[in-house]
């Protein structure tokens, strides 16, 4: 695929992808996915909605506030005339965007995305090294966070200077009086479609973080591949869930795909099931997204709520289980649709919907992408054995600056890391990951990084972290730990351990459960052998 001239000043992006030999096939089959040279992403999905005559439409439901598309339009374009005349940020910058799913990430997102910068958005519960981590990686030069968790962004631009510039949002900041002041319209940044619009973070098994690097048109694609072939839209639907923005999941089912189809989207005012249900009550909520716990907290929850507008819901981030698959069929009438996607890929690329839908098996090839199984030289498998899943179309792994881009490439595909059997009749059925990443209640969880975090509490001698298998979560994080010498096992010691790792690394990492050992299983050579300890 030929690169088209940068409309990005800062080309530090461009410069860091991987050589063009070791780029995905992308492909764009589709007439939909015939995207112009120039495309700026932001504006496609906004400004088009207020000159097509939706300005009056709600784009965002929450307690709040609620913008109609012109007012979220009008304050996107003000937040990027501040970013650009008060910060001085220009095409091509990175921009971190540290925050709660809220009307306020929503437009400063839209903001980087028209001032033709790189959004580069993170988990609200990330620590100070993991955020400086980021920084480093994307070399990341300007932060817009909440007010309320900016000071891990402070810790780590202490470490990284390269992040220079912090402005916050909300109580006890200036920001609403500054962007006020600025105009209502803005000059959107002449942006080409393969410029880099976000860098998207991603768990390794390593516990080094990837940078994910996706195009303008990668944004539109998603939503114009799984959201319009799979969900099919219809204008009266409402959208909400759980996944943060960061997520890719998130962003495109809150930010990207209601704003490509015109429709809303509600968020609710603080994490957890209780106001996700109180959301969808008090606005309606058509069509949910989450992971496949969430899925199982709401049937716990359906006696006590109204939750009947529900009449579609998605479950990605990992494997769907029939029995969730029919439990919640049998509560709430809606068969979910599953999905499997990657932060390397963007989105949803296996699934189905309505009558396709097979419980037990992800769905087929999205329209779009084509799959395929491979064996470990990578060539293709047939029908009913189990191989490595590899996708190609219009999104495709970028990583930046990052050696392992050759391990995910292979040959064009995008070789996922998850075992696959597919029938058939096309359906893909999950098998297992194919490597040690662990996947929990949809959160991509790196082994060595919670050891590394152990290891940092004088009380550890030793340790090795696993994924377990858990009724609730799918898997848990679970730690086998040989202690110092001196130190006594028990649930207290356990109970510290979990604190600790708390606080070192973001706290949904922290290992669920600890088992205290005499050794460690080792190869002669020394090497843990983790397969004995799951």
């Given at each position: 695929m030929p690169m088209q001239p940068s409309g990005h000043i800062d080309r530090f992006t461009r410069l860091n992808l991987p050589s063009s030999d070791l780029w995905p096939d992308f492909r764009f089959d589709l007439p939909e996915l015939k995207y112009p040279d120039r495309l700026n992403c932001g504006a496609e999905l906004l400004d088009r909605n207020v000159a097509n005559g939706l300005g009056d439409k709600v784009a965002i439901y929450s307690k709040p506030r609620t913008l109609t598309y012109s007012e979220l339009l009008a304050e996107a374009n003000r937040i990027a005339n501040y970013l650009v005349d008060e910060l001085g940020v220009v095409p091509g910058n990175r921009v971190l965007l540290h925050g709660f799913n809220s009307v306020e990430l929503i437009a400063a997102w839209y903001a980087v995305m028209k001032a033709g910068a790189v959004a580069v958005t993170t988990m609200p519960l990330l620590r100070a090294g993991e955020i400086a981590k980021v920084v480093d990686k994307g070399q990341v030069g300007f932060a817009l966070c909440d007010a309320r968790i900016a000071e891990p962004v402070r810790e780590a631009a202490a470490s990284e200077p390269v992040l220079a510039s912090i402005t916050c949002w909300g109580e006890g900041t200036d920001f609403a009086d500054a962007i006020a002041a600025k105009p209502a319209s803005f000059a959107n940044a002449d942006t080409a479609r393969d410029d880099i619009a976000l860098l998207a973070f991603t768990s390794g098994t390593t516990g080094h973080p990837k940078a994910c690097a996706h195009f303008h048109s990668s944004v539109?694609?998603?939503?114009?591949?799984?959201?319009?072939?799979?969900?099919?839209?219809?204008?009266?639907?409402?959208?909400?869930?759980?996944?943060?923005?960061?997520?890719?999941?998130?962003?495109?089912?809150?930010?990207?795909?209601?704003?490509?189809?015109?429709?809303?989207?509600?968020?609710?005012?603080?994490?957890?099931?209780?106001?996700?249900?109180?959301?969808?009550?008090?606005?309606?909520?058509?069509?949910?997204?989450?992971?496949?716990?969430?899925?199982?907290?709401?049937?716990?929850?359906?006696?006590?709520?109204?939750?009947?507008?529900?009449?579609?819901?998605?479950?990605?981030?990992?494997?769907?289980?029939?029995?969730?698959?029919?439990?919640?069929?049998?509560?709430?009438?809606?068969?979910?649709?599953?999905?499997?996607?990657?932060?390397?890929?963007?989105?949803?690329?296996?699934?189905?919907?309505?009558?396709?839908?097979?419980?037990?098996?992800?769905?087929?090839?999205?329209?779009?992408?084509?799959?395929?199984?491979?064996?470990?030289?990578?060539?293709?498998?047939?029908?009913?054995?189990?191989?490595?899943?590899?996708?190609?179309?219009?999104?495709?792994?970028?990583?930046?600056?990052?050696?392992?881009?050759?391990?995910?490439?292979?040959?064009?595909?995008?070789?996922?890391?998850?075992?696959?059997?597919?029938?058939?009749?096309?359906?893909?059925?999950?098998?297992?990951?194919?490597?040690?990443?662990?996947?929990?209640?949809?959160?991509?969880?790196?082994?060595?990084?919670?050891?590394?975090?152990?290891?940092?509490?004088?009380?550890?001698?030793?340790?090795?972290?696993?994924?377990?298998?858990?009724?609730?979560?799918?898997?848990?994080?679970?730690?086998?730990?040989?202690?110092?010498?001196?130190?006594?096992?028990?649930?207290?010691?356990?109970?510290?351990?979990?604190?600790?790792?708390?606080?070192?690394?973001?706290?949904?990492?922290?290992?669920?459960?600890?088992?205290?050992?005499?050794?460690?299983?080792?190869?002669?050579?020394?090497?843990?052998?983790?397969?004995?300890?799951?």
């Open positions: 539109l694609a998603m939503a114009d591949t799984f959201a319009r072939h799979t969900l099919t839209p219809e204008p009266d639907e409402i959208y909400a869930g759980t996944p943060p923005f960061a997520f890719t999941f998130g962003l495109g089912a809150f930010v990207v795909f209601p704003a490509r189809a015109g429709l809303s989207v509600a968020l609710p005012d603080r994490p957890g099931f209780e106001a996700l249900c109180e959301t969808i009550e008090t606005f309606k909520v058509t069509t949910l997204f989450t992971a496949p716990m969430g899925y199982r907290a709401l049937m716990g929850m359906w006696a006590d709520h109204d939750l009947s507008s529900l009449s579609k819901g998605v479950s990605a981030g990992e494997h769907l289980p029939v029995a969730i698959s029919d439990a919640f069929l049998e509560t709430s009438g809606i068969r979910l649709i599953d999905g499997i996607g990657a932060t390397e890929l963007i989105h949803i690329f296996i699934s189905a919907s309505g009558d396709d839908i097979r419980p037990g098996a992800t769905g087929r090839p999205v329209a779009g992408y084509e799959a395929r199984l491979m064996d470990e030289r990578g060539n293709a498998l047939p029908d009913g054995e189990v191989g490595r899943l590899a996708v190609r179309g219009p999104t495709g792994c970028l990583y930046l600056d990052d050696d392992r881009q050759s391990s995910y490439v292979s040959d064009g595909w995008n070789v996922t890391g998850d075992l696959y059997r597919r029938d058939e009749d096309g359906y893909y059925w999950y098998f297992s990951r194919a490597d040690d990443l662990i996947v929990s209640a949809g959160y991509n969880i790196a082994g060595p990084e919670v050891e590394q975090a152990l290891l940092s509490h004088p009380a550890v001698a030793e340790c090795a972290v696993v994924g377990a298998p858990d009724e609730e979560r799918g898997t848990i994080v679970k730690a086998f730990v040989v202690l110092a010498d001196g130190q006594d096992a028990g649930d207290g010691l356990a109970a510290a351990l979990q604190a600790h790792v708390k606080a070192e690394i973001a706290p949904y990492k922290y290992p669920r459960a600890i088992d205290f050992i005499d050794a460690l299983p080792k190869t002669q050579t020394g090497k843990i052998q983790r397969f004995q300890l799951r």
